[in-house]
């Protein structure tokens, strides 16, 4: 009989397995808190001083930094958001199932995106 299930990890795995989520989702909530303080920070700093935030002389505009931050903290949000989504699957015994073939996703993949959701040809095949 083998070890591996084809629901997803074997058992004795799921722990490394919500290990390395959980681990990634402190990173993740660390990263979000990070990038909410710069972005306070730019909008107190620009709220001291009346510049023109268009036409910053020392280079970037202002605009742009607070666009920036706002979009690595949506895509921090989403990363977060993702991998409560694989926690949860992990719970139900769906972790580490392609959502596009059933097929199980290898485990390489899920070493480098443990929030996975697609094997390597489904994603390729729909790409987002």
């Known amino acids: 009989m083998s070890e591996h299930s084809d629901s997803g990890p074997p058992r004795e795995h799921e722990q490394t397995v919500h290990e390395r989520l959980s681990a990634r989702r402190i990173e993740t909530r660390a990263q979000i808190t990070a990038l909410t303080r710069e972005y306070e920070g730019i909008v107190e ?6 510049i023109d935030d268009e036409h910053d002389p020392e280079g970037s505009s202002t605009a742009f930094e607070r666009q920036h ?3 690595l903290l949506h895509r921090a949000r989403a990363h977060l958001d993702e991998l409560d989504q694989a926690l949860r699957r992990l719970e139900h015994g769906a972790y580490g199932r392609c959502e596009g073939c059933g097929e199980p996703i290898p485990a390489e993949r899920l070493e480098v995106r443990p929030a996975a959701t697609l094997c390597v040809r489904c994603a390729e095949a729909h790409p987002r």
């Open 45 to 50: 700093a620009n709220a001291l001083v009346a």
């Open 69 to 71: 931050v706002v979009a």
